[in-house]
C-alpha cells in the first residue's frame, strides 16, 4: 500500500506564507513524480504545482512567482512555499504522486487525503 502523509495547513492571514510537506511511503520520494492539487468548497479541484523524476518543474499560472515546490531527499518530502497568499486561495490542499515522468497531470495514481489552508482577509 502506498500511503500519502500531508503536513503544514493552517489558518493564514492575507498575504502570509505557508509551507506544506508531503511524504509518500515504500519508495523513496525522489523517484515518484509529486504534485499539489487544491478544491474550495464548492469548486472542482485544480492543479496547483508538480515536480518529475528529473525535477522539472510546472505551475498553475495563478501562483506563478508566488509558490515554490521542491524536494528534500535527505528528509524523503516535497515541499510546497506558498507566499503572499489571498483570500480565494482558501481550500483543501492534496498530494498526489506517480511512478511516471510527471509535472502535470490530472491522473496521478496516489492521493492523500488533503491539509486545510484557510486564508483571511
Known amino acids: 500500500q502506498v500511503q500519502i502523509l500531508e503536513y503544514g495547513g493552517s489558518w493564514v492571514q492575507a498575504g502570509g506564507d505557508l509551507r506544506l510537506s508531503c511524504s509518500v511511503s515504500?519508495?523513496?520520494?525522489?523517484?515518484?513524480?509529486v504534485a499539489w492539487f487544491r478544491q474550495a468548497p464548492g469548486k472542482e479541484r485544480e492543479f496547483v504545482a508538480g515536480?518529475?523524476?528529473?525535477?522539472?518543474?510546472h505551475y498553475a499560472d495563478s501562483v506563478k512567482g508566488r509558490f515554490t515546490i521542491s524536494r528534500d531527499t535527505g528528509r524523503h518530502t516535497v515541499f510546497l512555499q506558498m507566499k503572499n497568499l489571498k483570500p480565494e486561495e482558501t481550500a483543501l490542499y492534496t498530494c498526489?504522486?506517480?511512478?511516471?515522468?510527471?509535472?502535470?497531470?490530472?491522473?496521478?495514481?496516489?492521493w492523500g487525503r488533503g491539509t486545510q489552508v484557510t486564508v483571511s482577509s
Open positions: 515536480i518529475s523524476w528529473r525535477e522539472t518543474t
Open positions: 515504500r519508495r523513496p520520494i525522489n523517484l515518484y513524480s
Open positions: 498526489a504522486a506517480d511512478v511516471r515522468d510527471l509535472d502535470y497531470g490530472v491522473d496521478y495514481q496516489y
